[in-house]
Structure formats: C-alpha cells, structure tokens
Nanobody, 118 residues
Framework: QVHLVESGGGLVQAGGSLRLSCAAS????????MAWYRQAPGTQRELVAR???????NYGDSVKGRFTISRDNAKNTVYLQIDSLKPEDTAVYYC????????????WGQGTQVTVSS
C-alpha cells in the first residue's frame, strides 16, 4: 500500500503563486509516473501535469506555460509550481502516482484545496 500526503494548497490572489507537494510513503517501489489532477465543483477531474520516471512531462492545455511539475525521486516527492494563478484555477488538486513499471497500480491522494480570489 502507498500513502500520499499533499501540502501547499491555500487561498491566493489572482496573479500569485503556490507550490504544491506530494510525498509518497509505504510500499513505494518504482513510481513510474507521478501526476497532479484537479477537480472544480460540477466538473470532471482533469489532468494538470504528469511526469514519468524517465523524465517525460506533459501538461493540460489550460495550464501550459504557468504550471511546472518536478520530481525528487530520492524523496518520492512530486511538486507542482503554480504561477500566474487565475480564478479558474480554483479546484481541489489531487496527487496521483503509478507504482510499478509493467503492472502499474494507481494511487490517489486526499486532495488539497486551491482557491484563487480575483
């Protein structure tokens, strides 16, 4: 079992920045992918950013150029640097990991609230 602990959410004014962190613990093994998703009220959960163990990253269209995902593999931690925040970025942000290289087991964090005021 893998446990994910997210931190860094909060209330920020439009144009501001936040840095989210997610640390994985337990039977971590190989974290083949680490990612962030978000879900605003009344909407589906959407991919924000994803980083593979091989260093490949990809981003949702709405956040390209403003969000940056990074990993510290020694700490089993993934970060999301969020700049130029907009009110429409308001959502619960969820950490997501895949454990294993061939047979991948997904895990979700509990979520951290990000609220952007205009």
């Amino acid at each position: 079992q893998v446990h994910l602990v997210e931190s860094g959410g909060g209330l920020v004014q439009a144009g501001g920045s936040l840095r989210l962190s997610c640390a994985a613990s337990g039977s971590v093994g190989i974290l083949s992918a680490m990612a962030w998703y978000r879900q605003a009220p009344g909407t589906q959960r959407e991919l924000v950013a994803r980083a593979t163990i091989g260093g490949v990253t990809n981003y949702g269209d709405s956040v390209k150029g403003r969000f940056t995902i990074s990993r510290d593999n020694a700490k089993n931690t993934v970060y999301l640097q969020i700049d130029s925040l907009k009110p429409e970025d308001t959502a619960v942000y969820y950490c997501y990991v895949e454990v294993g290289l061939f047979s991948k087991t997904p895990y979700w964090g509990q979520g951290t609230q990000v609220t952007v005021s205009s």
